[in-house]
Structures are given as structure tokens and as C-alpha cells.
């Protein structure tokens, strides 16, 4: 039987609070900022396989605009992938 929408929430703030009962703030933002930088950096990889098919098959005009967007995804991990501590 799967739990419905409230449920679930329930279920997923029991785990988070008996997980992160005794963190501190400052490390769970640490490990938000973490994954969020892992999120961007997977999204990214996805993006720029999609553009390399693309970009085998595109004229010169088209590969520019290629180019740029993958230059666009690389400064989005970079900007992401800044982790104070």
C-alpha cells in the first residue's frame, strides 16, 4: 500500500528530524549548498551529452549557439560548486 501525499510528508519529517535532530544549522546549510552543487553538476553532464548529439549534426551557426550554451552550463557548475565553509 502506498502512503498517500500527507502521509508521506509525515513520514519524511520523522526521518529529517531524527536524522538531523542534533545538527547544527550551520552544517545543514552546508549540506544543502553540497547537494544542490551536486544537483547542478548532474543536470549539467545530462545537458551537455544532449548538446554533443546535437552538435555532430549542426551547421556552423548552430553550433555556436551550442557552444555558448555549454559554456553557459559550465559557469552554472562553477557558480554552483562554491561551497564556504
Known amino acids: 500500500i502506498s502512503p498517500n501525499g500527507s502521509e508521506y510528508a509525515k513520514m519524511l519529517t520523522?526521518?529529517?528530524?531524527?536524522?538531523?535532530?542534533l545538527t547544527s544549522e550551520q552544517e545543514l546549510a552546508?549540506?544543502?549548498?553540497r547537494l544542490l552543487s551536486r544537483l547542478v553538476t548532474d543536470y549539467a553532464k545530462r545537458k551537455k551529452t544532449a548538446l554533443a548529439d546535437e552538435l555532430a549534426e549542426a551547421d556552423d551557426?548552430?553550433?555556436?549557439?551550442i557552444l555558448q550554451a555549454v559554456k553557459?552550463?559550465?559557469?552554472?557548475v562553477v557558480q554552483f560548486s562554491k561551497v564556504e565553509s
Open 14 to 21: 520523522l526521518l529529517f528530524e531524527e536524522q538531523y535532530q
Open 30 to 33: 552546508y549540506q544543502a549548498q
Open 61 to 65: 551557426q548552430k553550433q555556436t549557439t
Open 72 to 76: 553557459h552550463l559550465d559557469d552554472l
